[in-house]
C-alpha cells in the first residue's frame, strides 16, 4: 500500500462516472495522493437462463468484472491520468457492505462518490454515513448533473418556445 494519502472514487459505469474521476484525480494531483478508482459489481445471479446465450453460473459475473475493468481503464485513459498514481479495482458484491469494507481496508483521507440519482431508493443510498462510520475520512459527492447542462436545457426551451411554429408573419408574438 503506497505512503501516499489515498483518495477513492467510487464510480458506477453510466455517464457521471467521467465527471466524478475527474474530480478525484484534481484532488489526488493537490494532495499528491494516490487516486483507486472502484466499481463495485452487485450481481446475485440466477438469471443465466434468461440470457440470449445462457452462460454458467459464474460466466455472467466474470463477464461483468472484465467489461467493468475495461470501462474504468477506458476512463483513466480518456482523462489521460498517469496509470502508475492509479488503480483500478473491480469488487463484486453488495455496494455498500463492499464499499464500507474497502473503506475499512484502505483507511482513505478521502472518498469521492456521485450523488444517488434515485434518493433513498437507490442502492447506495446513506452510503456516506457508513464510510464516515468505517473510517475517518471526508466524504465528497460530485453533483449529478455537470455544470451548465441545466442552462443548455434552458436554452432550447427558450428556442422551442419562441420558435416559428407556423404562425402568419404579421401575428404578435
Known amino acids: 500500500m503506497p505512503d501516499q494519502s489515498i483518495i477513492i472514487a467510487a464510480v458506477d459505469l453510466d455517464g457521471r462516472a467521467v465527471a466524478v474521476l475527474a474530480h ?9 495522493g494516490h ?4 466499481h463495485v459489481v452487485d450481481y446475485v445471479g440466477g438469471f443465466e437462463s434468461d440470457l440470449p446465450f445462457p452462460q454458467r453460473p459464474g ?14 481503464v477506458g ?7 498517469d496509470p502508475k498514481r492509479v488503480e483500478v479495482r473491480v469488487e463484486s458484491g453488495p455496494v455498500a457492505e463492499t ?11 478521502y472518498w469521492v462518490i456521485g450523488q444517488s440519482r434515485l434518493g433513498l431508493l437507490s442502492p447506495t443510498a446513506g452510503l456516506a454515513a457508513v464510510l464516515k ?7 465528497l459527492a460530485v453533483p449529478s448533473t455537470p455544470v451548465g447542462v441545466g442552462k443548455a436545457i434552458l436554452a432550447r426551451m427558450r428556442h422551442w418556445v419562441g420558435a416559428d411554429l407556423g404562425a402568419p408573419t404579421g401575428h404578435p408574438r
Request: with cysteine.
Open 99 to 109: 464499499l464500507a469494507g474497502l473503506a475499512g481496508l484502505l483507511k482513505p483521507r
Open 24 to 32: 478525484a484525480a484534481r484532488l489526488a494531483a493537490v494532495c499528491q
Open 75 to 81: 476512463m483513466v485513459s480518456h482523462l489521460e491520468l
Open 59 to 72: 460466466a455472467v459475473l466474470d463477464d461483468m468484472v472484465r467489461h467493468a475493468r475495461a470501462g474504468l
Open 133 to 139: 462510520a468505517r473510517s475517518d475520512c471526508e466524504v
Open 35 to 38: 487516486l483507486v478508482l472502484v
